[in-house]
């Protein structure tokens, strides 16, 4: 018997009917102590295990968690985030047969919503981590409404309190950064900001012009795409100013840093002599840029483990008290792109 | 009705037995035209699907299929080339209702092979995909085995020929590699090859070395992990050679690349004045780095498509005769690091 042995292979091997070796198998009255006996002694030999359709019909689960990650291909193949994320899922699914379902598409939001509708009237997953929290996110109703169990990695304050989520902290990211900058005798902020759809770009964009107010700095920013083009139209604009030039960049991310830097430099401004950068979310890529670029790191492994571990306790227990949890403190890794102003 | 209808639940508004309603549903005898009539509008008005659990086991199809990436986390986070391939699945199956079950593990070989039989044997997936070729790969015979139905994303000359596959002509990606190195006047090649365990670095150490001697050049290789250190040790080796020292180095990757042509300015060894820097796999990183690093783009996204499509046309008709295609050329992307040599 090459293939998995199904139930119908047991029942015409032992000669009895399917549902006398579905009752031995699963305990039900209906046969013989010595019949089940029988049963499970051969489906043990040959390796039979039940078959997964069958066992999420009896117990009303897949044994599947879904994720859709919804970006132009491009970005998702350049954006570290995003595979560091699924590999902190699949820490916490490792030595569990819970299996994880990714959908990346180039859709989009309602072609997202329409996925998990999908997912709930097959019943393909048993619940489902979100992320890339939108500006008025329906996809939080949308679980509830479809019963789809389902945790947020999000940004704080949490919009969706019926919801368990791990939350960044952007306005302590955003503190931490500006801070740092102005000790580096920073004293105007271009913010290179990432598309508006992303609600912890909205906020990040409110927390660091608050930031910078507290600091007595002045603030510009421009949006766009997570893409190199954007760092240097960033650049361009920082070269453009003949007075009142910014002597700080914060980026979205690290590809608009790295382009940013490398525009300023052909424009003549030096990095960090003239002008700081400072990047979200840390990569090899800022590592071995040059000059190195200094970047938070927002710990994506972390928030994908814990965003699994709560996905499966709501699982366990769909009881349980809804719980948000802010994600660990993001680490500022300082590098050369941020040395003091003017002291080379 | 907020979740979504089950059977039971159009069983219970129509006042109707569950078997009624699932006859009525699937066209079976058993039931009247008329209330066949009444339980379809009902269940569409309230827009009810089949569970996926029932339509699996009733055409024993689970409508996913399944792919292991198997490496460190930390690995699996830095190398553009998986959440490529795998963009490349998803476009495959946009608009279709086949989900991707993606298992990233660190574990060994041992336990990817337990995820295949754990798979078949629970018959979570229809097919799967197997990418990183080992030597003497143990998992297309156990996929057959399972009676599994698989495809290869490998390496020429094809070694299972019973299974389909998306091959890369590692014989001739080095080719190209080689020929141009020769023409921009390199004498001396190191080649900073990945770990042994993959059957692609065995063909191209093999393929590097036979073009060098076809070419006149001198060869070496070490092989390491696909990490900044391995470059860096590539380097020191290229300084620690007074006579015959290599000129140029052919890197497994990105990362290698990158990291090389750093420590080699730190020898005061400059590239390309001194030595040519040519990397597997194109990514931002070689684009980004100073110098920009010449190299060799595989097009993992089309090679996902393609071997997603190959599953696909397997599970629609097992009978098929086997396909085996060679992945389209590989482009080597020329850059400053392999400007010709001494010409500065």
């Given at each position: 018997m090459n293939a998995?042995?199904?139930?119908?292979?047991?029942?015409?091997?032992?000669?009895?009917?399917?549902?006398?070796?579905?009752?031995?198998?699963?305990?039900?009255?209906?046969?013989s102590e010595a019949t089940r006996r029988r049963v499970i002694e051969y489906a043990t030999r040959v390796g039979y295990r039940a078959n997964s359709s069958a066992r999420a019909l009896s117990r009303a689960r897949t044994g599947s968690?879904?994720?859709?990650?919804?970006?132009d291909y491009a970005v998702i193949g350049t954006e570290p985030?995003?595979?560091?994320?699924?590999?902190?899922?699949?820490?916490?699914?490792?030595?569990?047969?819970?299996?994880?379902i990714v959908k990346l598409?180039?859709?989009g939001l309602d072609d997202e919503l329409a996925i998990y509708r999908r997912w709930a009237a097959e019943r393909r997953v048993d619940g489902?981590?979100?992320?890339?929290?939108?500006?008025?996110?329906?996809?939080?109703?949308?679980?509830?409404?479809?019963?789809?169990?389902?945790?947020?990695?999000?940004?704080?304050?949490?919009?969706?309190?019926?919801?368990?989520?791990?939350?960044?902290?952007?306005a302590f990211d955003s503190a931490t950064i500006v801070e740092h900058l102005a000790l580096r005798g920073a004293r105007r902020i271009?913010?290179?900001?990432?598309?508006?759809?992303?609600?912890?770009e909205v906020r990040r964009c409110e927390a660091v012009a608050a930031e910078c107010a507290a600091h007595g700095l002045s603030y510009d920013s421009i949006c766009g795409s997570y893409e190199l083009s954007h760092g240097e139209r960033a650049a361009d604009l920082v070269a453009a100013r003949s007075t009142e030039r910014p002597d700080a960049i914060v980026a979205a991310n690290?590809?608009?840093?790295?382009?940013?830097?490398?525009?300023?430099?052909?424009?003549?401004?030096?990095?960090?002599?003239?002008?700081?950068v400072v990047a979200w979310d840390n990569s090899v890529l800022c590592e071995i840029t040059e000059p190195p670029i200094s970047a938070l790191d927002r710990h994506p492994e972390r928030c994908g483990t814990k965003a699994?571990?709560?996905?499966?306790?709501?699982?366990?227990?769909?009881?349980?008290?809804v719980r948000i949890e802010i994600a660990d403190p993001s680490a500022l890794v300082v590098r050369r792109s941020s040395a003091p102003l003017g002291v080379h």
């Open positions: 998995a042995p199904t139930i119908s292979d047991l029942a015409r091997a032992l000669n009895l009917s399917i549902s006398s070796v579905s009752y031995a198998l699963n305990g039900h009255k209906g046969v968690i879904g994720i859709v990650v919804r970006d985030y995003y595979l560091r994320f699924l590999a902190g899922i699949a820490a916490a699914l490792e030595g569990t047969e819970v299996e994880l598409t180039e859709s489902i981590i979100l992320i890339d929290e939108n500006i008025d996110d329906p996809r939080a109703g949308l679980a509830q409404s479809l019963g789809l169990p389902a945790v947020l990695h999000g940004t704080t304050p949490p919009t969706h309190p019926e919801l368990p989520g791990i939350l960044t902290d952007d271009l913010h290179a900001a990432g598309p508006m759809r992303h609600r912890h690290d590809l608009i840093a790295v382009a940013a830097c490398r525009r300023l430099v052909q424009h003549d401004i030096r990095v960090p002599e003239d002008c700081l699994a571990q709560m996905l499966l306790e709501l699982l366990r227990n769909a009881e349980a008290p």
